[in-house]
DNA sequence: AAGTCGGGGCG
DNA sequence: CGCCCAGACTT
C-alpha cells in the first residue's frame, strides 16, 4: 500500500530534489555519518562548510580517531550541541577498535554507538547502503503530520510512536536512499514550518491539512514556558605578551570540554580570584555580552587585566593555559568568547 | 516523560 | 524578539 505514497514522491524528487548535496559525492558511510551528525538539528546551509572543513582535515575513519579531541572540537566551534563533537570522536574510535574499522550495516547495531540514536541510524542504513530503513527526523514529523492531519506536538510520546508507525509503513524497500532524501527534500523546500509552497507540492490532492485548511496549525507547536535569565562575570586575563588566561569547561553541561574564560558568581568572586593570585591591578569593566540559549538566557560581565611584564609568573596547569591569537584555531571555544578575544586582539 | 544541549535562519 | 531546525542523551 505504501508504493503509490513513494512513487509519487520519488517522481517529485528527480525532478525537484537536492542532487548536489557535498554528502552525496563520493558517497561512503563515513561522510554519510558525519552528515547526518552534523545535520542533527542544524540546517542544511549552516552544515555545509562545516562538513567541507571537516572532510579536508578527515577524511577518513582512521583520521578521525587518530586526532586529539579537541582538533575536533575545534573544527565544531559554531555548530553547538558539542557533546555532538565528542560522541562523533567516540564513535570513531569504537568502530576502529571494535568493529575493525567498519561501519555496521543495520539500525539496531548503529543505534548503540555514542550520538547515533533511532533516526541517525535509519539514516546512515538508507543512505549510505540504501537498504531499507525508516527515518523521523523534523522534516518527514512535518510532512506527515500535515498531509495525515495528525493533530498533537509531534514530541510527545503517544504522537512520536504514531509517526513511526506511519513513516515506517510508507517507507518503500526500492529506491530507499532515494525516497528518506525526497521526503526530507520535501520538508525542507515545499513543507517547510513558515510559507510552505502548497501550490508546488506533489501531494496537494492527498494531503489532509491542505484540503481541511490547518497547513498553518500543523504540526502542533510545543507548549510554551518562561526562560530564566543568568548572569556571569568572566576574566579577561593578559599577559605581557598579550596572551589569554584560559580554562577548558567540564565535559557535561554547557559548552562542555571548551576553553572559555574563568567564571566568577559575582564581581566579587573575581576580585577575590585576582586577590589570591597576588594580582592586586584594577579590572577593567568592559562591554556585557548577551548570549541566548533555548533554555536560558546568559549576560556575560567580562573584566580585563593586562599583566605587566615583571608581574610574577602565573601557573598553568592542565585546565588553564595562557593562549595567543593565532592559537584560536586549534581548540574549540564558545562563539561568544571567541568574539569577545577577537575584539579584544582587533 | 521531561529536561538538557546551541547557534543560526527567518519573519 | 520568538520560534524552529536532518535528535540524542540524561534523569
Excluded at 577524511?59 to 559554531?78: F, R
Aim: with cysteine; net charge positive.
Amino acid at each position: 500500500m505504501s508504493t503509490h505514497f513513494a512513487q509519487q514522491l520519488l517522481i517529485w524528487f528527480d525532478a525537484h530534489g537536492r542532487h548536489n548535496l557535498p554528502w552525496q559525492d563520493n558517497r561512503n558511510a563515513y561522510r554519510v555519518w558525519v552528515s547526518e551528525i552534523m545535520l542533527q538539528q542544524t540546517q542544511v546551509a549552516t552544515v555545509i562548510p562545516y562538513f567541507e572543513r571537516f572532510m579536508e582535515r578527515f577524511p577518513t575513519l582512521t583520521d578521525l580517531a587518530g586526532a586529539p579531541v579537541d582538533e575536533v572540537l575545534a573544527l565544531w566551534t559554531g555548530l553547538g550541541y558539542y557533546s555532538r563533537a565528542r560522541n562523533l570522536h567516540k564513535c570513531a574510535q569504537v568502530i576502529t577498535e571494535q568493529c575493525q574499522g567498519k561501519f555496521p550495516n543495520n539500525t539496531k547495531e548503529l543505534a548503540q554507538l555514542p550520538g547515533i540514536g533511532p533516526s541517525t541510524a535509519a539514516a546512515i542504513v538508507s543512505q549510505a547502503y540504501n537498504k531499507p530503513a525508516a527515518i523521523l527526523d523534523g522534516n518527514v514529523k512535518r510532512v506527515l503530520t500535515r498531509i495525515f492531519a495528525i493533530a498533537g506536538w509531534p514530541g510527545q510520546k503517544s504522537i512520536e510512536t504514531q509517526l513511526w508507525e506511519l513513516a515506517t509503513k510508507l517507507t518503500p524497500k526500492q529506491r530507499n536512499a532515494d525516497y528518506t532524501q525526497a521526503i526530507m527534500d520535501l520538508g525542507a523546500t515545499i513543507c517547510r514550518r513558515n510559507k510552505p509552497l502548497c501550490v508546488a507540492c506533489p501531494m496537494q490532492t492527498e494531503c489532509q491539512a491542505l484540503t481541511q485548511n490547518r497547513v498553518t496549525e500543523l504540526p502542533t507547536r510545543k507548549a510554551k514556558k518562561a526562560i530564566p535569565e543568568k548572569q556571569t562575570w568572566a576574566l579577561l586575563l593578559a599577559n605581557h605578551e598579550h596572551k589569554i588566561q584560559l580554562h577548558q569547561r567540564a565535559h557535561k553541561g554547557i559548552w562542555g570540554g571548551l576553553w572559555s574564560l574563568p567564571e566568577f558568581a559575582s564581581l566579587n568572586e573575581l576580585q577575590n580570584h585576582l586577590a589570591l593570585q597576588g594580582i592586586h591591578q584594577h579590572a577593567k569593566c568592559l562591554p556585557q555580552v548577551k548570549h541566548a540559549f533555548s533554555h536560558y538566557k546568559l549576560t556575560i560581565h567580562p573584566y580585563l587585566v593586562e599583566l605587566s611584564a615583571n608581574h610574577g609568573h602565573i601557573q598553568e596547569s592542565a585546565l588553564v593555559q595562557w593562549y595567543a591569537s593565532k592559537q584560536m584555531d586549534t581548540i574549540g571555544l564558545p562563539s561568544p568568547i571567541k568574539d569577545m578575544l577577537q575584539q579584544y586582539w582587533a
